[in-house]
């Protein structure tokens, strides 16, 4: 199969944080991890690594555009010879109805010449589970939940089969739970099964984190799964009992960034409102006017770096989270694909301006919020820390000058997220 040293897995991540959330369960599960920024111009920093995540923004983008970013970081990650693929989305689907989860595993399977792979986003450990092909978020049908009113990917079904089939023209099944619970040669059989049956997608049913682990072990000699970063967590344990992965005891520890903090957030989910609820008791916060960055965008970042400059010293928060009335109405006003724009764009001009001025520690909340920023930063690549919440782990950038990130999904995260990731970042 390989030797030792040699790159294991290639993961292909749909954007930012979800890349980061995968990188760190690899990681804590015994792989050495690399998070790329897209797809790397070169192989510096990231040689040695035993699995490699390409971070990309294809979520919500033009169908084609998509599908073509991520048969480039395929493409880019076969060169470098992994032995498996993984493409991570969310562990709530999201999606347009268009995609592009679907047309994206289409693309993968046609490159790696396939006609079968999984379908699993679950993520027990933060209350995704999924149960007869429909996805959970905690109690509530994903249908119900909160990510009904996502800005860009309202979540309106949570009938996964249901969904991927208006994706995809492929044949989509179901590996249900009575099969799942009896562990990797059940699910081995029943997909099998499957694929002798013309499916090419198995929706795999997931309660527990076992059943993810039992998930990864069936899954030993499929050249692509895909599914959320929960998904991937029985991977590492197939390569070193394949003796092809050291085992190691946990994440490393990273060097300090120093410098002050800041948060950014960009996230309109519950959970992030909640979080900056209870960041603005105790340290200053400005909240973005989209209207005003609308009509005079330039003297609006003026007067938002007028602001947080002298507040630096107590680890400010600038963000443009808002309850679902006030998204539709800046959407109404502006359209949803300028708001988000704006949004993002001025999110990173400010970040730009902060490590300008001195800041090494940056919490950041929301996918295309953290996809923009560390693009606009430059960052080509991330090494993996210590876990500060499940999904979410500390990460410090390659090049000059390193700086500490917290790269956060709306939805991941207690209540004091933001305070406890000032703690953790150095």
């Not at 050495?32 to 979520?59: E, F, H, N, W, Y």
């Not at 693009?375 to 690549?381: K, N, R």
Request: one cysteine or more; a neutral charge; glycine letters at 10%.
């Amino acid at each position: 199969m390989g030797e030792v040293g040699k790159l294991l897995l290639g993961c292909i991540a749909d954007d930012f944080t979800g890349a980061t959330d995968l990188a760190n369960t690899l990681v804590r599960s015994g792989m050495r991890t690399i998070q790329a920024i897209g797809v790397p111009a070169s192989d510096t920093g990231i040689d040695k690594a035993d699995a490699i995540v390409v971070a990309l923004k294809t979520r919500t983008v033009p169908k084609n555009d998509a599908i073509s970013q991520s048969l480039a970081a395929c493409r880019w990650l076969k060169a470098r010879g992994a032995l498996q693929f993984y493409f991570k989305y969310c562990s709530t689907f999201d999606s347009t109805p268009e995609g592009n989860i679907g047309p994206v595993a289409d693309a993968l399977m046609a490159e790696l010449g396939l006609d079968f792979t999984t379908i699993c986003p679950a993520f027990p450990e933060t209350g995704r589970t999924i149960y007869q092909g429909h996805l959970f978020v905690g109690s509530e049908l994903l249908s119900d939940s909160p990510m009904r009113h996502h800005p860009l990917t309202p979540m309106t079904d949570a009938n996964l089969l249901r969904v991927l089939s208006r994706q995809t023209s492929a044949e989509v099944g179901l590996v249900p739970w009575p099969i799942v619970k009896r562990g990797a040669a059940a699910i081995r059989s029943s997909c099998d099964d499957l694929r002798r049956r013309g499916v090419a997608y198995a929706v795999i049913d997931a309660l527990e984190d076992n059943d993810l682990i039992a998930l990864g072990e069936a899954g030993a000699d499929l050249k692509l799964m895909t599914g959320g970063s929960g998904g991937a967590v029985g991977l590492p344990r197939n390569f070193l009992n394949a003796g092809l992965l050291t085992e190691r005891s946990g994440p490393e520890r990273l060097p300090e960034a120093g410098g002050t903090a800041a948060v950014l957030s960009g996230s309109c989910s519950a959970a992030t409102l909640r979080q900056i609820d209870e960041m603005r008791k105790a340290h200053p916060a400005l909240k973005l006017d989209v209207a005003a960055l609308s009509r005079v965008y330039e003297s609006t970042l003026r007067e938002v770096m007028a602001w947080v400059l002298p507040r630096l010293s107590r680890s400010p928060l600038i963000y443009a989270s808002a309850p679902p009335e006030e998204v539709k109405k800046a959407q109404a006003m502006l359209g949803a694909e300028r708001a988000g724009s704006l949004i993002e764009q001025a999110l990173a001009d400010v970040s730009k301006a902060l490590t300008a001025a001195g800041v090494r520690r940056l919490i950041v909340a929301g996918g295309e919020t953290s996809g923009a920023v560390v693009t606009a930063l430059g960052i080509p690549a991330l090494r993996i820390g210590k876990q500060i919440a499940p999904g979410v782990p500390a990460t410090l950038s390659l090049g000059e000058p390193p700086i500490a990130l917290a790269l956060k999904s709306g939805n991941f995260g207690g209540d004091d997220f933001f305070l406890r990731a000032l703690s953790a970042l150095k």
